[in-house]
């Protein structure tokens, strides 16, 4: 008999065994162990517009951002001209208002001038009292060139009878006794000593009139350095007397309006300002931003107040120190602990003519620039050059 459990199992086949000896995979398996991946076709696009932007950027940085400097740091300015007045005064007539465009030599306002007028008048009386005064020294002069004259005709007279007399008396003393009295002899040497006392009295009177000729003479010279004091007067007078009137000095738009019709003002005391039509920009760069910067650069300036009008400009000048160096109290970096601070040095900015724009910029509006350091214009040219080949000709 046989066994029931023998009878019963059955032989399971045996898996089908490759070429190499290992077992051969199910028809499933092989199939998804053979499928590749499938790759999705926007992320490789993706990827190559990100290698490009990404190169892009670096190129630029390299090739432009390398050869522009640029800040915020940046204002705009314009010539600013404080009115004030020269005399003291009731102003009567103001002609002007704030934002108001004046041209050079147009009238601002009035001081009234009726003192100043009388001054005029008074002074113009003095010049006159000084001429007469003149003219009366002229006239005495006159008189004492006629004294003069007198006197010494006067004097030569005395000395001619002196020398008469002197010489009677000689003859009578050499004569004796014969025919001539001891009395004649006597009397003429009495006649003899008082004609020398007047000589000597003319001759004195001669020296005194030529003494007050002179006097007179030079009472010419005061009497005419008092006309030029007197016309001096006169014209100072004058001058307060214009400077009622104050006039633009430049043409440009009133500003800062402090003064008021019936007002009284004061000598130099702030009336109002005047800017003018010009405009440039003031940027404050870094040291380390300044060493391919040079005169006659290209710039943009953004103004915040109109970011949407790039405007054109050149660089005009670095000034001649650091903004540290004017202030009020500059910094003493040789005294105590010493902390290096990056400075910051001004450079002004022209814009190019005949740019639409450049009349809405008032002074202080904010800016930003950027100067292209790699080339130089030649100003009044409008040639650009690389900033290399402008080194290269300085040598």
């Given at each position: 008999?046989?066994?029931?459990?023998?009878?019963?199992?059955?032989?399971?086949?045996?898996?089908?065994?490759?070429?190499?000896?290992?077992?051969?995979?199910?028809?499933?398996?092989?199939?998804?162990?053979?499928?590749?991946?499938?790759?999705?076709?926007?992320?490789?696009?993706?990827?190559?517009?990100?290698?490009?932007?990404?190169?892009?950027?670096?190129?630029?940085?390299?090739?432009?951002?390398?050869?522009?400097?640029?800040?915020?740091?940046?204002?705009?300015?314009?010539?600013?001209?404080?009115?004030?007045?020269?005399?003291?005064?009731?102003?009567?007539?103001?002609?002007?208002?704030?934002?108001?465009?004046?041209?050079?030599?147009?009238?601002?306002?009035?001081?009234?001038?009726?003192?100043?007028?009388?001054?005029?008048?008074?002074?113009?009386?003095?010049?006159?009292?000084?001429?007469?005064?003149?003219?009366?020294?002229?006239?005495a002069v006159l008189r004492a060139e006629a004294n003069v004259g007198e006197a010494q005709a006067a004097a030569r007279a005395a000395a001619t009878e002196a020398l008469r007399r002197a010489s009677d008396y000689r003859r009578y003393a050499a004569m004796g006794t014969d025919g001539?009295?001891?009395?004649?002899?006597?009397?003429?040497?009495?006649?003899?000593?008082?004609?020398?006392?007047?000589?000597?009295?003319?001759?004195?009177?001669?020296?005194?009139?030529?003494?007050?000729?002179?006097?007179?003479?030079t009472n010419i010279g005061s009497a005419e350095a008092q006309v030029a004091a007197a016309k001096a007067q006169l014209r100072f007078a004058q001058l307060q007397l214009q400077y009622t009137r104050v006039y633009a000095p430049e043409s440009g738009t009133v500003t800062k309006r402090?003064?008021?019709?019936?007002?009284?003002?004061?000598?130099?005391?702030?009336?109002?300002?005047?800017?003018?039509?010009?405009?440039?920009?003031?940027?404050?760069?870094?040291?380390?931003?300044?060493?391919?910067?040079?005169?006659?650069?290209?710039?943009?300036?953004?103004?915040?107040?109109?970011?949407?009008?790039?405007?054109?400009?050149?660089?005009?000048?670095?000034?001649?120190?650091?903004?540290?160096?004017?202030?009020?109290?500059?910094?003493?970096?040789?005294?105590?602990?010493?902390?290096?601070?990056?400075?910051?040095?001004?450079?002004?900015?022209?814009?190019?003519?005949?740019?639409?724009?450049?009349?809405?910029?008032?002074?202080?509006?904010?800016?930003?620039?950027?100067?292209?350091?790699?080339?130089?214009?030649?100003?009044?040219?409008?040639?650009?050059?690389?900033?290399?080949?402008?080194?290269?000709?300085?040598?």
């Amino acid at each position: 008999m046989s066994d029931p459990d023998s009878t019963s199992v059955r032989a399971e086949p045996s898996a089908p065994v490759g070429p190499n000896g290992l077992p051969v995979p199910p028809p499933d398996v092989q199939e998804l162990v053979a499928a590749p991946k499938q790759r999705h076709p926007w992320v490789m696009l993706a990827s190559m517009v990100l290698l490009v932007i990404i190169a892009a950027t670096t190129i630029s940085f390299f090739m432009v951002g390398g050869s522009h400097e640029s800040t915020n740091d940046a204002y705009v300015e314009a010539r600013v001209v404080r009115i004030s007045p020269k005399v003291s005064g009731q102003v009567i007539s103001l002609r002007v208002d704030d934002n108001d465009a004046v041209k050079a030599g147009d009238l601002l306002l009035e001081i009234d001038p009726v003192d100043y007028q009388a001054k005029v008048d008074q002074a113009t009386a003095a010049v006159t009292a000084s001429e007469s005064a003149v003219e009366q020294a002229k006239a005495a002069v006159l008189r004492a060139e006629a004294n003069v004259g007198e006197a010494q005709a006067a004097a030569r007279a005395a000395a001619t009878e002196a020398l008469r007399r002197a010489s009677d008396y000689r003859r009578y003393a050499a004569m004796g006794t014969d025919g001539v009295s001891a009395q004649q002899v006597e009397t003429a040497k009495h006649a003899s000593d008082a004609a020398n006392d007047q000589k000597e009295a003319a001759e004195q009177k001669a020296a005194a009139s030529a003494a007050e000729l002179n006097v007179a003479k030079t009472n010419i010279g005061s009497a005419e350095a008092q006309v030029a004091a007197a016309k001096a007067q006169l014209r100072f007078a004058q001058l307060q007397l214009q400077y009622t009137r104050v006039y633009a000095p430049e043409s440009g738009t009133v500003t800062k309006r402090n003064v008021e019709n019936g007002a009284f003002i004061s000598a130099g005391q702030p009336l109002l300002a005047i800017v003018r039509t010009e405009r440039w920009i003031v940027a404050n760069f870094k040291e380390v931003q300044l060493h391919h910067m040079r005169m006659g650069q290209p710039v943009e300036v953004k103004v915040d107040s109109f970011p949407d009008t790039p405007l054109r400009g050149r660089v005009q000048s670095l000034q001649s120190g650091t903004g540290s160096r004017f202030e009020l109290l500059p910094p003493e970096n040789a005294t105590g602990n010493w902390v290096k601070v990056v400075q910051r040095l001004p450079v002004k900015i022209v814009f190019e003519p005949d740019q639409p724009g450049v009349q809405r910029l008032e002074p202080g509006m904010s800016a930003e620039v950027s100067v292209e350091t790699r080339k130089t214009s030649v100003p009044g040219t409008g040639v650009e050059r690389s900033a290399g080949s402008a080194t290269a000709e300085a040598k």
